[in-house]
């Protein structure tokens, strides 16, 4: 996931935060849940305008096919 170390270990230290029991598998190379756990995630939408587009993207529509237009 190209994720350095250290923001590894700032998600784990999150996820910590919600009583996420984790441990690192040294065989498997890779963190894994201990426990069941609570996680309640809220996703927000929002259709960017025209200008809020060329705002982010520096002017310019990046990977135009893909941008979703609502009509």
């Known amino acids: 996931m190209k994720l350095s170390e250290r923001s590894i270990h700032l998600l784990l230290d999150q996820?910590?935060?919600y009583n996420a029991?984790?441990?690192?598998s040294r065989s498997r190379k890779t963190y894994y849940y201990i426990n069941y756990f609570d996680l309640k995630i809220s996703v927000t939408i929002k259709i960017l305008?025209?200008?809020e587009t060329s705002n982010i993207y520096g002017g310019?529509?990046?990977?135009?096919?893909?941008l979703f237009v609502a009509i």
């Open 21 to 24: 029991h984790i441990r690192y």
């Open 60 to 66: 310019t529509y990046f990977l135009q096919n893909n």
């Open 49 to 51: 305008t025209d200008n």
């Open 15 to 17: 996820l910590k935060d």
